[in-house]
């Protein structure tokens, strides 16, 4: 398949490599006190880790400036907050309103909130569809989501998107917040979907164009990807689409060697993040299907990175988590095929398997529910076959100039100019190519109706013909 002009992406691949050859560790210490923004009006979080002997704590405070009846967690993923974490003090609990489908944190005896402090669980925690609280390194240190600790008094409203935290750590470790290293103690205004921030003694790797925090337990193999497979891929996408803006991107790869089988990764706006949560990393690393899925795996999670902002910069609502969840996919696809000679066989198999997984799966639930009903892997398979499809009608429309990365980059600058995101405006983009089957057959796909469903992710993965 003709995806791109092979010369110059190589040439281009080979100058940004050559910037990221050697992971050079320059370390500048900054103040202990980060850029510290207007406080927002009502509420003050605090995070404490301390340590003992061979233990360590971590405790969250909240201070209400004004006294509410309860605290409400703006992340609801679950329950698991009414079991990791502990109030310190006998009459505060944390339960879950089965209406709001909310954790709340109250006072048994009534009384108003206006400081309430927990002792966290500091590790691994598999969360659906968001990012795990906690993702410990193999020497100690660890990474927390701030996300995770936004709450609002009583209830959460869409103008609540601004929390102010404050860090403390011990004289000995260190804080990584927004690439920067830390002493001590930091403040921060945080919004949207917060960050990841990490706290311990290892020293990141930096350079010009990234700041990497590679876990030292890790498999050498598995490291050696991350440090020349990521950058590879980080050029890859540079070229095919618009490079990073902001400030500079962080990697986070954390590994725990406990008795588990969980692998996850995700992505914040200028962060890539990825957790080994297996006791048979280093029996699986020399596996060659087990290198496939990792390149696999580190190849969508790029993608993302280049996506138009955030998720929400892409998909207007979970039902259309297609768009970015299949379109990740599917550029791990190109990647995977245009890095790795050797790795078409094990792309080919992966796309096989979409089309069976979302057909099977279709017959079970649509795109529309399929968030509600415990499919979410649908919109990866189903969301790669109709990128396929998108991508291969765009070429032969175009004689080969554009691409599906034509139309992602025509996506980034509509969102970046107002558009609104969602699949309305990515079907706008496809209007120029005249391909009235292409959309009707997307439309049928994404409906509630399952017959139309399954007839149009059939006739996407046989376009064009």
């Known amino acids: 398949m003709n995806w791109l002009n092979i010369t110059k992406i190589k040439t281009a691949i080979s ?14 210490w900054a103040n202990s006190q980060a850029h510290n923004d207007s406080s927002p009006a009502n509420i003050l979080i605090k995070v404490e880790k301390s340590t003992a002997d061979t233990s360590e704590k971590w405790v969250v ?39 709001k489908h909310q954790e709340l944190v109250r006072s048994k005896s009534g009384w108003p909130l206006s400081t309430v402090s927990f002792l966290l669980t500091p590790t691994y925690k598999h969360l659906g569809k968001d990012y795990a609280p906690f ?20 209830t959460c409203t869409e103008e609540d998107n601004k929390w102010h935290l404050t860090l403390n750590v011990p ?15 930091v403040s921060w205004t945080d919004n949207n979907d917060g960050r990841v921030v990490y706290v311990g003694k290892q020293q990141p790797i930096i350079t010009d164009d990234v700041v990497a925090l590679i876990d030292p337990g890790l498999p050498e193999s598995i490291k050696a990807s991350l440090e020349e497979d990521i950058p590879n891929m980080m050029a890859f996408f540079s070229h095919s689409l618009n490079p990073l803006k902001g400030e500079k991107p962080m990697l986070f790869a954390s590994y ?45 999670e ?19 988590s297609w768009l970015h969840e299949g379109n990740a996919d599917y550029f791990a696809a190109i990647a995977m095929n245009f890095l790795y000679e050797d790795a078409n066989s ?19 639930t649509t795109l529309a529910r399929a968030y509600k009903n415990g499919h ?58 005249n391909a009235p089957e292409l959309i009707k057959a997307i439309n049928n796909a994404t409906s509630d109706d399952a017959f139309k469903a399954i007839q149009g992710i059939e006739t996407l993965h046989q376009l064009p013909e």
């Open 15 to 28: 100058m940004t490599l050559s910037l990221l050859a050697c992971f050079n560790v320059e370390i500048a």
């Open 346 to 364: 094990y792309v080919e198999s992966r796309m096989t398997r979409a089309f069976e997984s979302c057909t099977e799966g279709l017959a079970q």
């Open 376 to 433: 979410f892997n649908l919109y990866y398979s189903c969301g790669m076959i109709m990128h396929r499809a998108i991508d291969s009608v765009v070429q032969q429309k175009t004689l080969g100039e554009e691409s599906l990365f034509t139309v992602w980059k025509r996506l980034q600058k509509a969102v970046n100019s107002g558009m609104p995101p969602g699949t309305a405006t990515f079907l706008t983009l496809l209007e120029p190519y």
């Open 135 to 154: 993702s410990p390194f193999s020497d100690g240190g660890n990474a927390f989501h701030s996300g995770r600790l936004f709450a609002c008094a009583n």
């Open 61 to 99: 405070t909240y201070t209400l400036t004004t006294p509410a009846k309860t605290l409400a967690f703006v992340r609801n993923p679950d329950t698991s907050r009414t079991t990791r974490w502990f109030a310190q003090d006998n009459d505060i609990e944390i339960v879950f309103d089965n209406v």
């Open 171 to 185: 004289s000995d470790e260190h804080i990584v917040l927004n690439g920067k290293v830390m002493k001590s103690s």
């Open 256 to 300: 725990a060697n406990v008795d588990d089988h969980s692998t996850q990764g995700g992505t914040l706006p200028n962060q890539i993040f990825m957790h080994w949560n297996r006791q048979d990393l280093n029996e699986q690393a020399n596996n060659s299907s087990f290198v496939n899925q990792t390149l696999w795996f580190f190849a969508h």
């Open 302 to 320: 790029v993608a993302h990175l280049y996506q138009p902002g955030s998720t929400e910069g892409v998909s207007e609502n979970e039902e259309q």
